[in-house]
């Protein structure tokens, strides 16, 4: 396996107020030098998303307004992790903003990125489990919808066409796997 290629120069070319678009110059191991951009992670720890499970057979979805495809979608609950706070901490308390339930036990399933090639971001995906009723309040422009779903019933929900967000459906499969590995 080739060297990571080094970085020569990065450079700040366009930001707003969630992005932050980065140019860099690449040397691979070969003397080949590339230009690239990226899509550069903000200045907090990455992002967490929440399989909040209810009991062993059920977890708790949420609908809300997506506004990169314009629609109302159902999935898991995520956020940011804000500076100073560990993606178990914010796990916790992205839960109890969208969910209006806190968790006992957290574990941490996986890390997994979306673009690899162009987004320099993670997500870290946490099972939450032993709810307790707390709600904090969030920085959602309205009230989510709270949908107890079956996690056997996961095609159903796909089929629907009100869950495609990736990382969802991704965390979901991995939950239900998680759980058939588990000695009951």
Avoid at 26 to 35: A, V
Avoid at 48 to 61: A, G
Avoid at 170 to 176: G, N, Y
Wanted: negative net charge.
């Amino acid at each position: 396996m080739a060297d990571t290629p080094t970085i020569l120069n990065k450079t700040t070319i366009a930001t707003s107020r969630l992005f932050r678009i980065e140019s860099l110059d690449i040397q691979f191991s070969n003397g080949e030098q590339r230009n690239y951009e990226r899509l550069a992670r903000g200045a907090t720890g990455g992002a967490v998303l929440i399989v909040p499970m209810l009991d062993i057979e059920t977890v708790l979805l949420i609908r809300e307004y997506s506004a990169g495809v314009h629609r109302y979608e159902v999935g898991l609950p995520k956020g940011k992790i804000d500076a100073n706070e560990s993606f178990l901490d914010a796990a916790n308390r992205e839960l109890k903003e969208e969910v209006g339930f806190g968790a006992r036990k957290l574990h941490h399933l996986s890390s997994f990125s979306i673009a690899p090639s162009y987004l320099e971001h993670t997500t870290e995906i946490i099972i939450a489990q032993d709810l307790y009723a707390e709600k904090l309040p969030g920085d959602e422009p309205e009230a989510l919808d709270v949908i107890p779903w079956k996690l056997s019933n996961i095609n159903e929900l796909l089929a629907s066409g009100e869950c495609t967000e990736a990382r969802s459906i991704a965390a979901l499969f991995m939950t239900l796997e998680y759980f058939k590995a588990q000695p009951f």
